[in-house]
């Protein structure tokens, strides 16, 4: 029962994680951009805006959705990733945080690649327009998958 | 015990009654007319007339409304556009010498023809003749094209010196490229009557840059008026949650998007921490949450003598139209007005003095607002 609780905050923590990665990857993009043109972007404000887009992004409803958007999403995606991993797992041997890794980076790569199908070409996640963004989410779900991974191993 | 219920009870009918002849002084300002029903998604309305009306309908089709009908066959000739996302047939304007050379503006979004996964905003002018448009030509093309279906712009009006100003969007994902000189998105776009480049463009002679540009650093701007003496143009634009503004937009100023923003993106993200700079122009007026601002009217006409000199601007969320009253070119006062009609498109004056909305909806309607007299 206990390593059941242990294993559900696990999860709960790694979408915390990646939410909260995915969240500073946009504003630290979107502070290089606004320094390239000559905004005064300083660590003052890189802390604070760091700060306010994971309060906003993570923590906070996102009109007029009655959940904060980005954590809602991440956990659609790490559950069936995690879901399909957990079934891999029960016949073959891989090491339970590259596997869970692989399978936050999968989410990401569905989040990234399939919403903006969804929304006529739109990359509703900022920092996701560019390749080097999308590469950069995908490593912040492989993160949250590794973590997950490896927390389970320890259980 | 009875007495005090009897207080209680003229005190409450009093105050209902007070309401009443309140509520009553404000009915009797204006009422609507409904001048046609089942357009879909009308979105630019243009007088020839003051019986005789141009309405684009997004899906693709330029409708006419005559003597409060509307005709069943739409106008002939008009070139095909991309009905996707944000996109579709959309602006539209008359030439200011129409009388005489029967040129129509239209503004609309469509796929681009060397790559079917992009599309771009255009805009053509044509001879209307009576319900046919011929001699079709391209005054503008935004480039690059875009992949997404968003944030187009696609609003018009013409200069006191016959230039033409067209509104092009940032396209949603290319917010920054709206910094930028050597693209279309966000901008304000000068261009003559026949789509040449007038010689006193702003950038015209910076290497790079293009030739049209007349301002810069805009979103989604979907509404851009001149006043009465075209001495002053306002133009409003979609900021994103939050951040809707009104401008007034000159020669070759930087409107600061998305460097400057009072909104924040639909994911919570801030889009800038900053709301000013030097080099980058403040709005007269933003609305924080956004009221999604659609379309704007400088009214001039007689019919409302109180409304003279305002600025009246549709709004999708939660629908209705903002009064802007106006000294000068500072804003004074906001009134909320014909909120009880869903989401609104537009609104225009016509040459009679009331004022004409489109309502947006698969079935949408053109009501006019005239005196309740």
Known sequence: MIDRVKKVGFLFLAILLVSFLVGAQTTVFNLIWLSSVDMPVTFGVLISSIYHDFVLMTLTPAPPAPLPLLPTIISLGLFIAFGVTWIILKWTGIEKKYAYGIAGAMALVFIVYLMPLLFFGVDMLAGARSTIGKISLIICGYLGGHFFGSRLSKV | ?373
């Not at chain 2, 790559?115 to 209307?128: D, F, Q």
């Not at chain 2, 659609?294 to 409302?304: A, C, P, Q, R, V």
């Not at chain 2, 009134?335 to 909305?357: M, T, Y």
Request: with cysteine; hydrophobic share 35%.
């Open chain 2, 1 to 373: 015990m009875k007495k005090q219920f009897l207080k209680i009870s003229l005190l409450i009918i009093s105050c209902f009654a007070c309401f009443g002849v309140y509520a009553n002084h404000h009915e009797k300002e204006y009422k609507f007319e409904t001048l046609a029903e089942g357009l879909s998604f009308p979105w630019g309305i243009a007088f020839l007339s003051n019986d005789e009306i141009l309405v684009t309908e997004k899906t693709g089709k330029l409708r006419v409304i005559k003597n409060g009908n509307l005709l069943e066959d739409s106008v002939s000739g008009v070139p095909d556009s991309l009905f996707k996302g944000q996109g579709g047939l959309e602006g539209i304007v008359l030439h200011p010498n129409f009388e005489n050379n029967k040129y129509l503006y239209l503004a609309f979004s469509e796929t681009d023809p060397g790559n079917s996964k992009l599309n771009t905003l255009r805009v053509i002018r044509g001879k209307l003749e009576r319900l046919s448009l011929t001699n079709v030509e391209t005054i503008f093309k935004a480039s690059p094209s875009r992949r997404t279906a968003n944030h187009y712009g696609a609003k018009m009006v013409f200069l006191k010196d016959g230039t033409l100003l067209i509104t092009s969007g940032d396209g949603f994902s290319y917010r920054e490229m709206a910094q930028e000189l050597d693209n279309h998105f966000g901008k304000v776009i000068r261009v003559n009557d026949d789509g040449s480049i007038p010689e006193d463009n702003p950038f015209i002679s910076i290497p790079g840059a293009k030739p049209e540009i007349w301002s810069y650093g805009h979103r989604n701007l979907q509404g851009i008026v001149i006043n009465s003496d075209g001495s002053v143009v306002y133009e409003h634009e979609h900021g994103p949650r939050g951040g809707d503004e009104l401008n007034i937009i000159e020669k070759g100023k930087n409107y600061g998007w998305p460097a400057i923003t009072y909104g924040i993106d639909y994911s919570g993200a801030l889009i800038s921490p900053f709301k000013e700079k030097e080099g980058m122009e403040q709005p007269i007026k933003y609305w924080v949450p956004s009221i999604a601002p659609s379309g704007m009217t400088f009214y001039d006409g007689d019919l409302f003598p109180d409304w003279k000199g305002s600025l009246f601007i549709s709004a999708l969320v939660p629908g209705d139209v903002r009064r802007i009253s106006l000294n000068g070119t500072e804003v004074i006062d906001e009134e909320i007005l014909f909120n009880s009609l869903g989401r609104i498109r537009n609104v225009v004056s016509a040459p009679d003095g009331s004022l004409v909305l489109a309502i947006d909806s698969r079935k949408g309607k053109i009501i006019r607002v005239v005196p309740n007299k």
